[in-house]
């Protein structure tokens, strides 16, 4: 039996940011998702988190065009 400082129950977007926020702060950190979960998504992101999340260009696979 091990003990944790934070548990974080759902591993979606929210439930990682707050897990891995709490583990940059020093906290240890367990992180629970249900098994076999499959995650629909369009795979879309806002281009703020690009410069948030510091994700490369080059990951992108297609982008819309520039604004004029
Ligand atoms: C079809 C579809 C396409 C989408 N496409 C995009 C997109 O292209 N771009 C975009 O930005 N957003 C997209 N979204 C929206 C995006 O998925 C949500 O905004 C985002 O997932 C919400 O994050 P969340 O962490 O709040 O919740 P979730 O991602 O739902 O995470 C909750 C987590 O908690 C877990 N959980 C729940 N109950 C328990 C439990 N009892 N025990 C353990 N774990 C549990 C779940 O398994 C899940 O992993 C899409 C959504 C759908 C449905």
């Given at each position: 039996m091990k003990d944790f400082d934070v548990v974080v129950v759902g591993g979606g977007p929210a439930g990682a940011t707050a897990a891995h926020e709490a583990a940059q702060r020093g906290q240890s950190v367990l992180l629970l998702d249900r098994d076999g979960r499959t995650k629909p998504c369009g795979g879309a992101i806002p281009p703020r988190l690009m410069r948030d999340f510091a994700i490369?260009?080059?990951?992108?696979?297609a982008a819309p065009p520039a604004r004029a």
């Open positions: 490369p260009e080059s990951l992108l696979v």
